[in-house]
């Protein structure tokens, strides 16, 4: 079966060290690009926003849903995925690959059972897709990997493939290669800004003289000059000029320079990109309290949830078997993104403990308060009852509010009366009509 490389893959190009050349004049690949701090301060908030949740096997039966431990797939994600490394490092370094275009990770499953016992991370530059024109996709690992080469093709079904955004569904497009321009000139800036800081592109300061020097004049007075007062060890030395020479002090600011302007731009470019928000990125963007609970929203609706999204399917289709479809699934656990804050979060737990949604001891474990008795009962409005109920319910709420009002009138006429007789003066006529005797 003939079987052909999938050229388009940017990973094949950065599996061969290619870079796009860009107009700053900076070589940009999946590597280089993660120079630039906003890019590098992105990809570490996906990569690493998303590894830190907890994951989870569900079931679904008959409409109900629970968290599943006992399930192989449950007993691998309780303990470390590969020797190597654990699942946070696994997802972190996953992502990282998948926000420049394809992240891969190989199943290794038991010869019997066919249940993955290991998933190991490969680096998106050591895998190549093949593919035959009937259809068939496999993928080709070839490389150094954790001191080992590798050349091993594997089939679909063994490897977890995430990837960003695509044209064919089969891979994902290079962020780097596709915007090789704000990558290299974010790069270019850094470099430019160094050289700079190091004095290596604009001199600091610059010594004039009356007289007419010749080249090799001016080559013997700089020797001399940095000889004497460059470096550490001659700061603070008395500079002395010669008769008719004079000293200028040359200043380049950032903000003279545009460098700041420039910079803002290619955060500004990388939030684009990425749907990190600016002050995530170091780039104040004012607003209220409430306008930053908002932002840290649409960080998890715009952002983290896409890619929690592919990996969730992916993790699903790729680790249980095809006869569990269905009825189990991976999920990450987005409760820690999902918090309100605490007042809000409290009316909101109020109504779902009302409308029997949730027990009270359900709320008080959200907002971390411990548990009561009594409080893993649904609790029910009385005031809420079926309408062919109405009057049932209106007469008996009735019949006993008539009764506790003429228990209170009983109890309180008896109370009055003895009051009264405790109160009675001397000589005062008893109850039975006759004068009380008088004390002697």
Known sequence: MEKRTYLADPSYWSFFAFGRPTKADVAVTDFTVLSNSAWYSAVRYISEGVAMLDRKVKRSMSGRVQEVTSHPVAELLAHEPHPFYSWHDLLAALLTNACHGNGYARIWRDPVSLRPVYVEHIPSSCVVVEYAPNGGLSYRIC????????????????????????????????????????????????Q??????????????????????????????????????????????????????????????????????IAHLGVADV?????????????????????????????????????????QEEFT?????????????????????????????AKVLATLVSSTIMTPNEARKRLGLEEVAGGDQLLTDINQVPLENVLEVAMAKYLSAKGEAEANAKAAEDAAKELSDKNAPSGQSDSDGKEAPAPR
């Open 317 to 345: 289709r790729k680790l249980f078997y095809l006869s569990e479809h269905g009825r189990y699934y991976f999920e990450f656990d987005l409760s820690m993104y999902l918090e309100l804050d605490r007042e809000a979060e």
């Open 143 to 190: 490389g150094t990997i954790a001191g080992r080469s590798i050349s091993a093709l594997i089939p679909p079904s063994d490897m977890i493939h995430v990837k960003g955004l695509s044209l064919d569904a089969i891979t994902g497009l290079s962020t780097g290669l596709l915007h090789t321009d704000i990558h290299g000139t974010a790069i270019a800036r850094n």
């Open 192 to 261: 430019f800004t160094a050289a700079m800081m190091g004095q290596q592109a604009r001199p600091s300061l610059a010594i004039t003289s009356e007289d007419d020097l010749t080249w090799e004049d001016l080559k013997l007075a700089r020797q001399n000059f940095e000889s004497q007062y460059s470096g550490s060890v001659n700061a603070g030395v008395p500079l002395f000029l010669g008769k008719g020479q004079k000293i200028e002090y040359l200043q380049w600011s950032p903000v003279e320079a545009g460098l700041e302007q």
């Open 271 to 311: 939030a684009r990109l990425t749907k990190v928000p600016l002050d995530m990125l170091g780039i104040e963007n004012g607003g209220t309290y409430g306008a930053g609970v908002q932002r840290s929203k649409d960080f998890l609706t715009h952002c983290l949830r896409p890619w929690v999204e592919r990996l």
